[in-house]
């Protein structure tokens, strides 16, 4: 792992000054007083320890009527300063030495190394209004808070290149992190002095050795305990380094409730500020910093607590408003569509059925029934290249991913220049995986907008036929931003409140893509099985543990009749992966805990035979925040357990849950849910209308149908007539 290079805004000028006498008395080795501190890598080296003599300061000469009027004022301020108590030359050097003027107005920090100067510079503030100072008895903290800013980069930078591998922070060296950045704070290091750009430098490296919810706590640890968040946004420089985004990406990690949440407000304003140092990045030939300040606003602008697990999102209400930013950016259109595209030659066309290249995806396996689909009248191969598997898998944005593009699109680092990360070697590496499986194929059938898709889509030949499915997940993601929309023919999508948000999308982007609705395929006939009468009275979750999932929602359902029963089949509850995942589960937790409810559910783990616990359900619920079709919802009313369907709220707005299901599916609020349980779980009614919502569930979504609608729009001119 190599450090990247310098991103501070640029060099500080710290203007020393002290009185000759008290200069002389407390033995520094400089003279009427001025000293400038350059700011070396973000941190300035340690006042009182540098220094070196300068020319003792004069006032200007003056003769004739000036020298009078000169005589006056001199006289005039000797006596403002013998009766403020401090030497009447110093005042009078302050006030009238036009190099002095031009120092104080040039500095972007003023020192007092003395009481006399504290008194002196409090008789004429207009020298230096605007400009921070830091007075005599602060002197000492403000040389402690630098040699702390300093020693805190260098640790940071220690720490995270000291991970080859992600593994666990030790206590003792966050500890040291956090003692460093105390001490910074406690000296009350003036804003224009922090080192904003070695400390987004070095924080940017935390969730690629860390993961992203460690990397959060620990970047909170070090910024806030710099001081204030108010005060250290009085440095020009916070947001433009990124430092203001990789807070923000942080505090969405780690808040454990919506309303600690900061608004779209401050995330908009750290967005932005990113975006604009990006640019000017860019614009100064610094496209490695420009990337990482991309990268940094990539991360809020996408990130899952602000869209794949909340109740609205302001990429779905406002899609081209929220986007505009983004693609305003020089930077992001440069790393998208600028450079050259790289020119792979495709095979020779062999006679013969058509071969279909299937990109699995990272995110689920939704694509075995199309494959099946498609080997009726195509020759298919299914990949996910192992070697590359873990870097296409990760789903954050980071720098590397971005400097590899840059690499691929041929506007990245040269060769010869400085690659810290890798990209030059990652790019070949994708490449010689991905090219020659690209070079034989007739058309690639892509399952998700993920890092594969970015990929192939920048890679795949002329000619050869591409075709990107998106899921609800994957729309809300960067990866759609970074596919190459001029080498897509078709974009598939399984709803309409979908294909209504994808439209949106590329609108934004300008892209003009094809976009059609497909059902998902699903072997319905397979869950057709016989129920006993106790499924009557029991609800149904399929892959019921996570967060968006919404459990608490069905349980909430469970506890307004005591003689329901609930079975959730799929994986349990993980660790979460933000501080909203983490109490989120526990609530869940602590309500299983209860035997009022937990006594009435029963657990199915991971399974892949689905049809025969789908006997025991009689009521298959969805109570998901975001869904785009709900593939076990279907399944499970395929099987003849009624639907109650909760109106999706994410896309609620773009038709929801009523856009697919007939009406009386479809309930709003948990009251209408308890009232349709009731009404169909009751002996009399059961019966009727678990075998409705069976011959709808099929009528529906027709796999025959839904089959064929794959081959003509995978295969489109290649179809066999």
Same mark, same amino acid.
């Given at each position: 792992?190599?450090?990247?290079?310098?991103?501070?805004?640029?060099?500080?000028?710290?203007?020393?000054?002290?009185?000759?006498?008290?200069?002389?008395?407390?033995?520094?080795?400089?003279?009427?007083?001025?000293?400038?501190?350059?700011?070396?890598?973000?941190?300035?080296?340690?006042?009182?320890?540098?220094?070196?003599?300068?020319?003792?300061?004069? &006032?200007?000469?003056?003769? *004739?009527?000036? $020298? =009078?009027?000169?005589? #006056?004022?001199?006289?005039?301020?000797? /006596? +403002? !300063? @013998?009766?403020?108590?401090?030497?009447?030359?110093?005042?009078?050097?302050?006030?009238?030495?036009?190099?002095?003027?031009?120092?104080?107005?040039?500095?972007?920090?003023?020192?007092?190394?003395?009481?006399?100067?504290?008194?002196?510079?409090?008789?004429?503030?207009?020298?230096?209004?605007?400009?921070?100072?830091?007075?005599?008895?602060?002197? &000492?903290?403000?040389?402690? *808070?630098?040699? $702390? =800013?300093?020693?805190? #980069?260098?640790?940071?930078?220690?720490? /995270? +290149? !000291? @991970?080859?591998?992600?593994?666990?922070?030790?206590?003792?060296?966050?500890?040291?992190?956090?003692?460093?950045?105390?001490?910074?704070?406690?000296?009350?290091?003036?804003?224009?002095?922090?080192?904003?750009?070695?400390?987004?430098?070095?924080?940017?490296?935390?969730?690629?050795?860390?993961?992203?919810?460690?990397?959060?706590?620990?970047?909170?640890?070090?910024?806030?305990?710099?001081?204030?968040?108010?005060?250290?946004?009085?440095?020009?420089?916070?947001?433009?380094?990124?430092?203001?985004?990789?807070?923000?990406?942080?505090?969405?990690?780690?808040?454990?409730?919506?309303?600690?949440?900061?608004?779209?407000?401050?995330?908009?304003?750290?967005?932005?500020?990113?975006?604009?140092?990006?640019?000017?990045?860019?614009?100064?030939?610094?496209?490695?910093?420009?990337?990482?300040?991309?990268?940094?606003?990539?991360?809020?602008?996408?990130?899952?607590?602000?869209?794949?697990?909340?109740?609205?999102?302001?990429?779905?209400?406002?899609?081209?408003?929220?986007?505009?930013?983004?693609?305003?950016?020089?930077?992001?259109?440069?790393?998208?569509?600028?450079?050259?595209?790289?020119?792979?030659?495709?095979?020779?066309?062999?006679?013969?059925?058509?071969?279909?290249?299937?990109?699995?995806?990272?995110?689920?396996?939704?694509?075995?029934?199309?494959?099946?689909?498609?080997?009726?009248?195509?020759?298919?191969?299914?990949?996910?290249?192992?070697?590359?598997?873990?870097?296409?898998?990760?789903?954050?944005?980071?720098?590397?991913?971005?400097?590899?593009?840059?690499?691929?699109?041929?506007?990245?680092?040269?060769?010869?220049?400085?690659?810290?990360?890798?990209?030059?070697?990652?790019?070949?590496?994708?490449?010689?995986?991905?090219?020659?499986?690209?070079?034989?194929?007739?058309?690639?059938?892509?399952?998700?907008?993920?890092?594969?898709?970015?990929?192939?889509?920048?890679?795949?030949?002329?000619?050869?036929?591409?075709?990107?499915?998106?899921?609800?997940?994957?729309?809300?993601?960067?990866?759609?931003?970074?596919?190459?929309?001029?080498?897509?023919?078709?974009?598939?999508?399984?709803?309409?409140?979908?294909?209504?948000?994808?439209?949106?999308?590329?609108?934004?982007?300008?892209?003009?893509?094809?976009?059609?609705?497909?059902?998902?395929?699903?072997?319905?006939?397979?869950?057709?099985?016989?129920?006993?009468?106790?499924?009557?009275?029991?609800?149904?979750?399929?892959?019921?543990?996570?967060?968006?999932?919404?459990?608490?929602?069905?349980?909430?359902?469970?506890?307004?009749?005591?003689?329901?029963?609930?079975?959730?089949?799929?994986?349990?509850?993980?660790?979460?992966?933000?501080?909203?995942?983490?109490?989120?589960?526990?609530?869940?937790?602590?309500?299983?805990?209860?035997?009022?409810?937990?006594?009435?559910?029963?657990?199915?783990?991971?399974?892949?035979?689905?049809?025969?616990?789908?006997?025991?359900?009689?009521?298959?619920?969805?109570?998901?925040?975001?869904?785009?079709?709900?593939?076990?919802?279907?399944?499970?009313?395929?099987?003849?357990?009624?639907?109650?369907?909760?109106?999706?709220?994410?896309?609620?707005?773009?038709?929801?849950?009523?856009?697919?299901?007939?009406?009386?599916?479809?309930?709003?609020?948990?009251?209408?849910?308890?009232?349709?349980?009731?009404?169909?779980?009751?002996?009399?009614?059961?019966?009727?209308?678990?075998?409705?919502?069976?011959?709808?569930?099929?009528?529906?979504?027709?796999?025959?149908?839904?089959?064929?609608?794959?081959?003509?729009?995978?295969?489109?001119?290649?179809?066999?007539?």
């Amino acid at each position: 792992m190599g450090r990247t290079s310098r991103q501070d805004a640029g060099e500080r000028t710290v203007l020393l000054l002290a009185s000759r006498a008290s200069a002389f008395r407390s033995g520094l080795p400089w003279q009427d007083a001025k000293l400038t501190v350059r700011l070396r890598g973000g941190c300035p080296e340690p006042v009182g320890d540098v220094g070196y003599p300068v020319r003792e300061l004069r &006032p200007a000469p003056a003769g *004739g009527r000036a $020298a =009078l009027r000169a005589t #006056v004022v001199r006289a005039a301020a000797a /006596v +403002t !300063a @013998r009766r403020a108590g401090l030497d009447p030359d110093w005042l009078w050097t302050l006030k009238r030495d036009r190099t002095l003027h031009r120092m104080l107005r040039g500095a972007d920090l003023v020192v007092s190394l003395d009481e006399d100067t504290d008194r002196a510079l409090g008789l004429v503030p207009e020298l230096y209004e605007g400009t921070p100072l830091v007075p005599y008895a602060e002197h &000492p903290r403000l040389r402690e *808070g630098a040699r $702390a =800013l300093a020693d805190l #980069v260098s640790e940071l930078w220690e720490f /995270v +290149t !000291a @991970r080859p591998e992600r593994r666990p922070a030790e206590e003792a060296e966050v500890a040291s992190l956090r003692a460093l950045a105390r001490r910074a704070g406690a000296a009350g290091v003036p804003p224009v002095l922090l080192p904003t750009g070695d400390l987004a430098d070095a924080l940017r490296w935390l969730p690629s050795v860390l993961g992203p919810l460690e990397a959060a706590h620990l970047v909170l640890t070090v910024v806030d305990a710099l001081g204030p968040w108010a005060r250290l946004r009085e440095s020009p420089e916070v947001g433009t380094t990124g430092l203001a985004a990789l807070r923000a990406n942080a505090l969405l990690w780690v808040v454990e409730h919506d309303a600690q949440a900061p608004d779209d407000a401050e995330l908009a304003e750290a967005v932005q500020a990113a975006l604009t140092g990006a640019d000017r990045a860019l614009a100064d030939g610094d496209r490695l910093g420009a990337r990482h300040r991309l990268a940094d606003a990539l991360g809020v602008t996408f990130h899952r607590e602000r869209h794949a697990e909340t109740l609205s999102s302001p990429l779905v209400e406002d899609t081209a408003d929220f986007l505009r930013p983004l693609w305003s950016s020089a930077t992001m259109r440069e790393l998208v569509g600028g450079g050259s595209r790289p020119v792979v030659t495709p095979g020779k066309r062999g006679g013969g059925r058509p071969r279909v290249l299937v990109l699995g995806g990272a995110y689920g396996t939704f694509h075995p029934p199309v494959v099946a689909a498609l080997s009726e009248v195509a020759s298919v191969q299914v990949r996910g290249p192992r070697q590359i598997a873990r870097f296409l898998g990760q789903r954050l944005p980071d720098p590397q991913v971005l400097e590899a593009l840059a690499v691929l699109r041929g506007c990245g680092p040269a060769a010869d220049e400085p690659d810290p990360w890798g990209a030059h070697a990652l790019d070949k590496e994708i490449r010689d995986a991905l090219v020659p499986r690209l070079r034989r194929t007739d058309a690639v059938f892509s399952d998700w907008a993920d890092r594969l898709t970015v990929w192939a889509s920048h890679l795949v030949p002329r000619g050869v036929r591409f075709v990107i499915r998106i899921h609800s997940l994957d729309a809300l993601d960067p990866w759609f931003h970074l596919v190459d929309w001029t080498a897509v023919d078709q974009v598939l999508v399984v709803s309409e409140p979908l294909r209504s948000l994808v439209v949106r999308l590329l609108g934004a982007i300008g892209a003009e893509v094809p976009v059609d609705v497909v059902d998902n395929l699903a072997a319905l006939a397979e869950v057709d099985r016989p129920k006993g009468e106790e499924a009557r009275t029991t609800l149904g979750m399929i892959g019921w543990g996570r967060r968006v999932k919404d459990p608490l929602w069905a349980l909430d359902l469970l506890a307004r009749e005591p003689s329901w029963r609930m079975v959730f089949i799929g994986a349990d509850l993980g660790h979460g992966f933000s501080g909203r995942s983490v109490t989120y589960n526990d609530e869940v937790r602590r309500r299983l805990l209860d035997p009022a409810i937990g006594d009435r559910v029963e657990f199915v783990g991971w399974t892949d035979d689905i049809a025969r616990h789908l006997r025991r359900v009689g009521v298959i619920l969805s109570t998901s925040r975001r869904e785009s079709w709900h593939l076990g919802l279907v399944e499970g009313a395929a099987s003849g357990a009624v639907p109650v369907v909760r109106q999706w709220p994410l896309l609620a707005s773009l038709g929801g849950a009523r856009a697919l299901f007939p009406p009386d599916w479809v309930v709003t609020d948990l009251a209408e849910a308890e009232a349709r349980v009731r009404a169909v779980t009751d002996p009399a009614a059961w019966e009727d209308a678990r075998r409705r919502a069976q011959v709808e569930a099929v009528g529906l979504f027709d796999p025959a149908r839904a089959a064929e609608r794959y081959r003509e729009l995978i295969l489109g001119p290649l179809l066999p007539g």
